[in-house]
């Protein structure tokens, strides 16, 4: 089964608007990576938290990290319509010592 | 720099054929790993590699088998393709042993696999 699992499945915005995604997992962890994915391409790191961060920013990117409540959240500001694609979480694991996907969110940025 | 390339990139196959999808990357990395991507899903582990010499089953690994070549090539193939297997194929690669280094996982552009 999935170790992560992001909420909403798609997200419907205009230009400008914020988009926000979320993440909860199961086990603990060591970090949690944000990853998009372009139609027909392959995944893009986009940010990794490790399990003693609460945030992290990177451009428009904000990642905040909840170990208690086993959650993550993606805030994409002022979004854009190259926005447009997949995103998905990967929790990371010592003892697994691989990543684990989420089913992703779908994100539509309408011009 | 190419980062991680697979090759083919697209392929048809017949039930019971086999064929072997090849990753390399330059990034001098430790851990390799095989994904694969079911039409909505997110990615499935199939098998990885944390170091050269090793490889360990990932969440689905029955109908598959691997080769860690040496640092850079990491191959995987399917003995008897099933339609079951139909899906794309994703290969990566990241700095650490596994995700105990906190290293982010760097993907090709994938492989799409159709059996029929």
């Known amino acids: 089964s999935q170790q992560g699992e992001e909420d909403p499945q798609a997200l419907s915005i205009q230009e400008g608007e914020n988009a926000t995604m979320n993440c909860s997992y199961k086990t603990s962890i060591n970090n949690l990576q944000w990853y998009r994915q372009n139609s027909g391409r392959g995944l893009v790191h986009l940010i990794l938290?490790?399990?003693?961060?609460r945030e992290k920013h990177s451009g428009r990117l904000r990642v905040t990290l909840d170990t208690s409540k086993k959650s993550s959240s993606l805030l994409i500001t002022a979004s854009r319509a190259a926005d447009t694609a997949s995103y998905f979480c990967a929790t990371g694991n010592t003892n697994a010592g691989k990543s684990t996907f989420g089913d992703g969110t779908t994100l539509t940025v309408k011009p | 720099n190419a980062g991680v390339t697979q090759t083919p990139k697209f392929q048809v196959l017949k039930t019971g054929q086999s064929m072997t999808l090849q990753c390399a990357q330059d990034m001098n990395h430790n851990s390799m790993y095989w994904y694969r991507q079911d039409p909505g899903m997110g990615l499935r582990l199939i098998y990885y590699s944390a170091s050269e010499g090793t490889t360990d089953k990932g969440e689905v690994p029955n109908g598959y088998n691997v080769s860690r070549l040496n640092k850079r090539e990491f191959s995987l193939r399917l003995e008897s393709a099933a339609p079951s297997q139909t899906s794309v194929y994703f290969c990566?690669?990241?700095?650490?042993?596994?995700?105990?280094?906190?290293?982010?996982?760097?993907f090709g552009n994938g492989t799409r696999l159709t059996v029929t």
């Open positions: 990566a690669s990241s700095g650490g042993q596994g995700a105990s280094y906190n290293s982010p996982l760097h």
């Open positions: 938290i490790r399990s003693n961060e």
